[in-house]
Nanobody
Framework: QVTLVESGGGLVQAGGSLRLSCAAS????????VSWFRQAPGEEREFVAAITWFGSGSNYADSVKGRFSISVDSAKNMALLEMNNLKPEDTAVYYC????????????????WGQGTQVTVSS
């Protein structure tokens, strides 16, 4: 079983920054990929960013390229999402997910999810 716990969400003014954390715990299972998704009210769950557990590669949705940065500290079992220049359209619940069985940009590929953390960006 893999457990994921997100933290760091909150309310921030447009143009501000937040850092989200995903604490991962795996027992008898190796985590290979960790991703962030987000879901706004009335919308589909949207891919944000992904990284290999050992930091060998990463990818981002076009909407966040140049503003968000994903990283992993494997020694601390932590995945981080640094969000800069936040915009009101970034407002959503952000979820951490691990180990896709298919395409890493597809939310249905993931077995393990955190509870989510709310990010609200005011104008």
């Amino acid at each position: 079983q893999v457990t994921l716990v997100e933290s760091g969400g909150g309310l921030v003014q447009a143009g501000g920054s937040l850092r989200l954390s995903c604490a991962a715990s795996a027992r008898s299972f190796r985590v290979y990929v960790v991703s962030w998704f987000r879901q706004a009210p009335g919308e589909e769950r949207e891919f944000v960013a992904a990284i290999t557990w050992f930091g060998s590669g990463s990818n981002y949705a076009d909407s966040v390229k140049g503003r968000f940065s994903i990283s992993v500290d494997s020694a601390k079992n932590m995945a981080l999402l640094e969000m800069n220049n936040l915009k009101p359209e970034d407002t959503a619940v952000y979820y951490c997910a691990a180990d896709p069985r298919g395409a890493y940009t597809d939310s249905q590929s993931y077995t393990y999810w955190g509870q989510g953390t709310q990010v609200t960006v005011s104008s």
